[in-house]
């Protein structure tokens, strides 16, 4: 008798800690996975007041600032400068490429605007090989009354944008323009620029000098 | 009774250890259910707007609650705004295309923090070429101060030496409105289309 009931116990409290370990592991498998985080940034929603009654909530928390997309790492091993950043699907990657010395640009491409929106923006990744650190001055290009070298920056997630006199391309480095960061600015459009068109963008190093490059116009 | 007392035991143990268990678990299902996990930032409560009428790109008066039903996506910027602005605005419209028959469904609405050099035609021609359904917003200076501090949305001339004249530096996030037409989200600038268009799924759901 005794050892029947104690064996039923036996197997009784066997087969809860199957069920216990079971459920345990499937919690820890079932919590790691889908991570339902339900506060995404604990910083900024510890600044947002609870009381939504007041029609003049005046500081609603501005995001934490970005990982300020600005030049590129001077490092050669990028080889696909489109790469990660979060942004990687809104940039478009068109494949052309042009070398001069010891400089390779490549993905040049241009937004699309109206020549009645009379902006627009060149981008591209430069890439230096040599030895000796270059300087893109300035850029022309026909289908822009004037053209300057910008650089947007974020700051608490404020964006400011400014005009630079040059940009640094290291030796050994490589400069990424793009959006968020630098750019090369097209202003007061001579005509429309549709997606797909390509223009000729002329620029002016320190060292290489003038290197022609055609940028492809993409949707914006 | 025979039964030996430290059986007993680790049976109410193992049971109570069951009982946290599965507490936890339902928990974690409860809370995943009732806050969506966004990419943004989820505003809880959510946070009333004011009505402030300005003119659309549409020569229409227009509130930021008039869209009521609609999940609404705001940003602050400008025309001359070569870089960001386009940025924004070409991600918002990608996602919205993103949501298939749910589009119809969320409202794109870029607000000016340029008026001077930003008239509802111009909003209209810049933004059609990103979405059609897109709305611009503009009007008077002061109107569109009080509704970018609303939002808590910093805007400022910048004088440059840009043959662009002035610069405009704003915030450059953007706000999701759930269908009550509260603030709901935050959307940081370089999301991209597919982030921000899980997270308007999301808002569209509750």
């Known amino acids: 008798m005794r050892t029947v009931r104690d064996r039923i116990r036996g197997w009784f409290v066997l087969s809860l800690t199957v069920v216990l370990a079971s459920l345990v592991v499937s919690a820890c498998g079932g919590a790691s996975e889908p991570t339902p985080t339900p506060v995404p940034s604990p910083t900024p929603a510890a600044a947002v007041q609870p009381s939504s009654s007041e029609p003049t909530p005046t500081a609603v928390p501005t995001p934490t600032p970005m990982p300020t997309p600005t030049t590129a790492s001077a490092t050669p091993t990028m080889d696909h400068g489109m790469s990660g950043h979060g942004m990687g699907s809104a940039m478009p990657n068109v494949g052309n490429e042009f070398q001069t010395g010891t400089l390779v640009i490549r993905n040049v491409w241009a937004r699309a605007a109206s020549q009645a929106d009379a902006l627009s923006a060149v981008y591209m990744v430069i890439e230096n090989t040599g030895e000796q650190p270059d300087r893109l001055l300035h850029a022309h290009c026909d289908a822009a009354g004037t053209v300057e070298l910008h650089e947007t920056k974020m700051e608490g997630g404020v964006m400011k944008m400014q005009?630079?006199?040059?940009?640094?391309?290291?030796?050994?480095?490589?400069?990424?323009?793009?959006?968020?960061?630098?750019?090369?600015?097209l202003i007061g459009l001579t005509r429309d620029l549709n997606p797909g068109d390509e223009i000729e963008v002329e620029l002016h190093f320190d060292k290489a000098g003038h290197v022609p490059v055609k940028a492809v116009v993409q949707k914006p | 009774m025979p039964a030996r007392p430290w059986l007993r035991r680790l049976v109410v143990a193992q049971l109570a250890a069951i009982a946290i268990v599965v507490a936890v678990i339902g928990w974690s299902l409860w809370q995943s259910r009732a806050a969506p996990s966004l990419n943004g930032m989820l505003l809880d409560p959510p946070q009333e707007i004011p009505a402030i009428q300005l003119t659309g790109s549409d020569g229409q008066p227009h509130t930021l609650t008039d869209?009521?039903?609609?999940?609404?996506?705001?940003?602050?910027?400008?025309?001359?705004?070569?870089?960001?602005?386009?940025?924004?605005?070409?991600?918002?419209?990608?996602?919205?295309?993103?949501?298939?028959?749910?589009?119809?469904?969320?409202?794109?609405?870029?607000?000016?923090?340029?008026?001077?050099?930003?008239?509802?035609?111009?909003?209209?021609?810049?933004?059609?070429?990103?979405?059609?359904?897109f709305l611009g917003l503009t009007g008077d200076e002061d109107r569109i101060r009080e509704l970018a501090t609303a939002f808590g949305v910093h805007y400022a001339k910048v004088e440059s030496t840009s043959a662009l004249g002035y610069l405009v530096e704003h915030t450059s996030s953007s706000f999701v409105l759930d269908t009550q037409g509260k603030l709901r989200a935050i959307l940081p600038f370089g999301l991209t289309p597919e982030q921000v268009a899980s997270d308007l799924r999301a808002l569209l759901r509750r």
């Not at chain 1, 400069?175 to 630098?182: D, H, I, T, W, Y």
């Not at chain 2, 070569?82 to 295309?97: F, K, L, N, Q």
Request: with cysteine; glycine share 8%.
């Open chain 1, 163 to 185: 005009p630079v006199d040059g940009i640094d391309i290291p030796a050994k480095g490589t400069v990424e323009l793009k959006p968020g960061g630098l750019h090369v600015m």
């Open chain 2, 67 to 133: 869209f009521q039903g609609k999940v609404t996506v705001v940003f602050f910027g400008y025309t001359h705004c070569p870089d960001v602005c386009p940025m924004t605005a070409s991600t918002m419209a990608r996602a919205r295309a993103m949501l298939g028959n749910q589009a119809d469904r969320v409202q794109l609405v870029f607000v000016s923090v340029d008026p001077e050099r930003d008239p509802p035609e111009r909003l209209a021609s810049y933004l059609a070429k990103y979405d059609p359904t």
